[in-house]
């Protein structure tokens, strides 16, 4: 079964630290576009942060804070999160695509999603 598989997240305070990891299974993720993207409620879903044989992309909202990366010996990615800010509290989300501009950061064409973890960061 094709999927992928989220875990970390959770509740720290503005300027803390949270790794968001991403496990992938029946495919071979360094093969995929390797993207995070975050939603609140009522707002369209924000791509914040790419990944593609060693080239990355990130939103000007997460530059300098977030850092993508993949482990191909867990075929993982990970999102690392720091000094993290409340208006970074949203439902974070890893996706992979085969197809399309992987550095559009849009959230189309995408073949799989994980089931996304919550990140809430209070003041």
């Known amino acids: 079964q094709m999927q992928l598989v989220q875990s970390g997240g959770g509740s720290v305070q503005a300027g803390g630290s949270l790794r968001l990891s991403c496990a992938a299974s029946?495919?071979?993720?360094?093969?995929?576009?390797a993207t995070w993207f975050r939603q609140v409620p009522g707002k369209e879903r924000e791509g914040i942060a790419a990944?593609?044989?060693?080239?990355?992309k990130y939103a000007d909202s997460v530059k300098g804070r977030f850092t993508i990366s993949q482990d191909n010996s867990k075929n993982t990615v990970y999102l690392e999160m720091n000094n993290l800010r409340p208006d970074d509290t949203a439902m974070y989300y890893c996706?992979?695509?085969?197809?399309?501009?992987?550095?559009?950061?849009?959230?189309?064409?995408?073949?799989?999603w994980g089931q996304g973890t919550q990140v809430t960061v209070s003041s």
């Open positions: 996706a992979a695509k085969n197809r399309g501009n992987c550095f559009d950061l849009a959230p189309h064409e995408y073949n799989y």
């Open positions: 029946g495919f071979t993720y360094s093969s995929y576009c």
């Open positions: 990944f593609f044989i060693g080239s990355t």
